[in-house]
């Protein structure tokens, strides 16, 4: 961001958001750019041409960016924002975190099922639990998150969990160190923000329940 105001699209440490007016960290953001038939686009890959307009990953932003047509005020013109906008990014980032974890299962750094979870949770290699939102929730706080910040990711669907594992539905999944993990790590923190799921799980202290 220069002193001027005018935000430099180009690599940096900050941006500020069109709904806030917060600076904050691109990673806990979602970038748009104005297509060419001047409506609001999603990129969530960073990686379309154009001026980034910024929106934080929260529901309310976005909606609050939707609402007061702050994307017009951004770009300094006209720009359309489509009825399914926010549902167009829930969708972008879910498909990407459900296709991270799906690369994660590939490398051999993921695992599902509960047995499994729980062996790779205790043997601490496990660097993210993962969990089903509509899951039971005695069964899933049968687990506790490895040490951390942000190791619980519980706002996929068992179903959105299920195309991860090339399964119809699953409850449980864990993560082991590496690239991936940070990455899934990372959008699963801007997908939780966007579905309004505040918080996480919370680690229980003691040894895991039987």
């Keep these: 961001m220069s002193r001027g105001g005018r935000e ?9 958001c069109i709904a806030t007016g917060e600076v904050g960290d691109p990673a806990r953001m979602i970038r748009f750019v104005v297509g060419p038939e001047g409506q609001a686009v999603p990129d969530i890959r960073n990686k379309l041409p154009g001026r980034g307009i910024w929106v934080s990953a929260t529901k309310e932003a976005l909606e609050t ?7 017009s005020r951004s770009a300094k ?32 750094q993921a695992v599902t ?8 949770l205790e043997t601490e290699r496990a660097r993210l639990l993962i969990q089903a939102s509509d899951g039971s929730e005695r069964g899933k706080s049968r687990l506790r998150s490895p040490e951390g910040k942000d190791v619980f990711i519980g706002c996929l669907t068992s179903k959105e969990l299920g195309l991860a594992f090339g399964r119809e539905s699953v409850i449980h999944g864990a993560l ?4 991936l993990s940070k990455q899934v790590k990372a959008e699963g923190i801007r997908l939780k923000g966007v579905r309004g799921i505040s918080g996480g799980k919370p680690r229980p202290k003691g040894k895991d329940d039987a």
């Excluded at 960016?65 to 994307?71: D, G, H, P, V």
């Excluded at 099922?113 to 790779?120: A, I, N, T």
């Design 8 to 16: 430099k699209d180009q690599d940096g440490p900050e941006r500020r």
């Design 65 to 71: 960016a939707i609402k007061k047509k702050a994307f």
């Design 77 to 108: 013109e006209q720009v359309s924002v489509p009825d399914d906008l926010f549902e167009q990014v829930d969708t972008m980032l879910a498909r990407r975190v459900v296709d991270l974890i799906s690369m994660a299962r590939k490398a051999g």
């Design 113 to 120: 099922g509960y047995e499994k979870v729980k062996g790779l």
């Design 176 to 179: 082991t160190a590496g690239g």
